[in-house]
Nanobody
Framework: VQLVESGGGSVQTGGSLRLSCAAS?????TGWFRQVPGKEREGIAS????????YYVTSVKGRFTISHDNANNALYLQMNDLKAEDTATYYC??????????????????WGQGTQVTVS
């Protein structure tokens, strides 16, 4: 699996952004993570490209939506109602495995290059 991200940028508080990740074909777990300098990388959402098993961390639940487009081999993170504390470098990630493994956020081993999101 190869991952190439796009879609970061700067936005005002309350605004929206959609992150995209060009991926390879196949069935696997995919997740979105974010990291602030000096802090550990945080897993914020995951799903299975074969369908089902969507997970969100509490801080983004109801505001962010993870999705995938198998026809175009693309992964997305729609981010609405953005807050200053969402400012971070965002990464898409993937791992081989079964659906039930997708929410184990410390098990991902394939990473995109990261994209900066700044909310002010």
């Amino acid at each position: 699996v190869q991952l190439v991200e796009s879609g970061g940028g700067s936005v005002q508080t309350g605004g929206s952004l959609r992150l995209s990740c060009a991926a390879s074909t196949g069935t696997y777990c995919t997740g979105w993570f974010r990291q602030v300098p000096g802090k550990e990388r945080e897993g914020i959402a995951s799903t299975y490209t074969g369908g089902g098993s969507t997970y969100y961390v509490t801080s983004v639940k109801g505001r962010f939506t993870i999705s995938h487009d198998n026809a175009n081999n693309a992964l997305y993170l729609q981010m609405n109602d953005l807050k200053a504390e969402d400012t971070a470098t965002y990464y898409c990630a993937a791992r081989r495995g079964a659906r039930w493994q997708c929410s184990t956020m410390n098990s991902y081993d394939i990473w995109g290059q990261g994209t900066q999101v700044t909310v002010s």
